[in-house]
């Protein structure tokens, strides 16, 4: 598979290494739709989406697939997407999320769940409709 040949490319495995040493990490979260960064930057296709959104996905946090109860397991593109995976994210002493807008407030509260996420950064509305609808439930 390309993902376990890239791997093993020395510069690559080199960057891998550094990000299991990182005590501080500042990523972003995604939305699955079709004008989501992955997909726009070819990392996954329109078709991608569908199957993720179908296995009950909701976003992307640094090109990991999260559901809205904040799992990742059994993504159906795992062997394929070159990222930082959850467990590396999960080992890394701060990670901030730097996100905001409405079409953003699902992801994030799914990110908030994942266990990964130390501190985020947002803007006063988008942190409003994250609190809001958290405290609907």
Do not use: Y
Not at 50 to 59: C, E, P, Q, S, T
Not at 63 to 87: F, H, K, Q, V, Y
Request: aromatic share 2%.
């Amino acid at each position: 598979m390309t993902k376990q040949m890239l791997l093993k490319e020395r510069s690559i495995r080199a960057s891998f290494e550094m990000m299991s040493r990182c005590n501080i990490a500042v990523i972003g979260v995604g939305e699955l739709t079709e004008t989501a960064t992955m997909c726009t930057r070819g990392h996954i296709t329109k078709e991608d989406i569908r199957i993720l959104r179908d296995a009950g996905f909701v976003g992307d946090l640094a090109m990991n697939p999260i559901r809205e109860d904040g799992s990742w397991n059994d993504c159906p593109l795992t062997d394929r997407l070159l990222n930082a995976s959850m467990e590396c994210l999960r080992n890394i002493d701060n990670v901030i999320l730097v996100a905001c807008g409405d079409a953003k407030v699902g992801a994030i509260r799914a990110a908030l769940k994942t266990g990964c996420i130390d501190i985020l950064i947002t803007d006063e509305t988008t942190g409003r409709k994250v609190l809001c609808e958290d405290t609907e439930e």
